[in-house]
C-alpha cells in the first residue's frame, strides 16, 4: 500500500488522532504537511520526529481553521513546497458540551467554522490541482456521532452529520475520476481531549483512572474498548492507496459495534 512520494495535509496533526495518521501516512512514504494549533516548539518536535523516523518531508503548518483567508494561504503553501496535494485528511475537530438553550453562540460558529467550513475550503481549494494530475483521495473524519444523536453536544452532532454529506456530494462530483472521498466514522478514541475527561472523573469520584476509563466506556462503547489511534490511521492509509480505489462515497463505521446497536 505504499504512498511513496506522494504528498499529504492532514488538518489537526499535532497530537492524537492527527498525528496518529500522519505518522501512518508518513510511513508509507508519503511527505506530510501536519497542521493543528499547538506550542510552536511541540509542533518543531513533531515535524521532526516525522522526517528522522519515516525519511520524508515534513512541515508544519499553523494556519487557523476558523478563518478562510488562512486556509487558503495553507493551500497554497502545501503545493509550494511539494508540488501537489495528493491527499487530504480533515480530522480538525473544536467542540463544546452544552444543552441547545445554553449553547454559546460563539461556539456554534466555531465549530461551523472548523468542523464543516475548513474541509470544504480546503476541498474546493485542492480539488483542482487533484483533478489536474489524475489522482486525489479525501478522507473526511466524521464520528459516530455523524451517525446518531446525542444530549448537550448540538455542534459536535450537527458538523459530523454534515461532513457525511459533504464526502457523498464531493464523490459524486469525482466518481469518473481517480480521485476519491470518503468518511470514517471512529467511536471513542483514546484522545489526550477524552484521558482529560477521564481524569477529571477520577479526581471528581475519588475513584482510579482504571475505574474510571471502565465507567467511562461503559456509557459509550458497546465492546467496552477504545478505537486505537492506528486502527483509524491504518483505515485511511487503505483508503488512500490502490486497493482503495473502488471506495468512494462510503461512510465507514470504526466504532466496536455501536452503530450495530
Not at 503553501?77 to 480530522?91: S, Y
Not at 478514541?189 to 482510579?208: C, F, N, Q
Not at 474498548?225 to 462510503?250: D, K, M
Request: hydrophobic share 45%; charged share 20%; net charge neutral.
Amino acid at each position: 500500500m505504499t504512498l511513496q512520494g506522494k504528498s499529504a495535509l492532514v488538518t489537526g496533526a499535532t497530537d492524537g488522532l492527527g498525528f496518529a495518521i500522519a505518522r501512518s501516512l508518513a510511513a508509507e512514504g508519503c511527505n506530510v504537511v501536519i497542521n493543528g494549533l499547538a506550542d510552536p516548539g511541540h509542533a518543531e518536535e513533531r515535524r521532526r520526529e516525522l522526517e528522522a523516523t519515516f525519511g520524508v518531508r515534513a512541515l508544519y503548518d499553523a494556519a487557523d481553521l476558523r478563518k478562510p483567508e488562512a486556509i487558503a494561504a495553507m493551500a497554497r503553501a502545501a503545493v509550494a513546497a511539494f508540488g501537489a496535494v495528493d491527499i487530504l485528511v480533515n480530522n480538525a475537530v473544536v467542540r463544546h458540551f452544552a444543552p441547545v438553550e445554553a449553547f454559546p453562540s460563539e461556539r456554534w460558529e466555531e465549530a461551523l467554522a472548523v468542523n464543516l467550513s475548513a474541509p470544504f475550503h480546503l476541498i474546493r481549494l485542492l480539488l483542482p490541482q487533484m483533478r489536474a494530475r489524475g489522482y486525489g483521495r479525501i478522507v473526511n473524519i466524521s464520528s459516530i456521532y455523524g451517525l446518531i444523536g446525542a444530549a448537550s453536544r448540538v455542534d459536535y452532532v450537527t458538523t459530523k452529520t454534515g461532513l457525511i454529506g459533504m464526502t457523498r456530494a464531493v464523490a459524486a462530483e469525482t466518481v469518473t475520476e481517480n480521485i476519491t472521498c470518503n468518511a470514517l466514522c471512529p467511536a471513542t478514541v483514546p484522545t489526550p481531549a477524552i484521558e482529560a475527561r477521564i481524569v477529571a472523573m477520577a479526581e471528581k469520584d475519588g475513584i482510579s483512572h482504571e475505574e474510571a476509563t471502565r465507567r467511562y466506556m461503559e456509557q459509550r462503547q458497546p465492546s467496552r474498548r477504545f478505537i486505537a489511534p492506528e486502527t483509524v490511521a491504518g483505515q485511511v492509509v487503505f483508503l488512500c492507496s490502490e486497493a482503495g480505489l473502488g471506495i468512494t462515497g462510503a461512510v465507514l463505521p470504526l466504532d466496536g459495534g455501536w452503530s450495530a446497536q
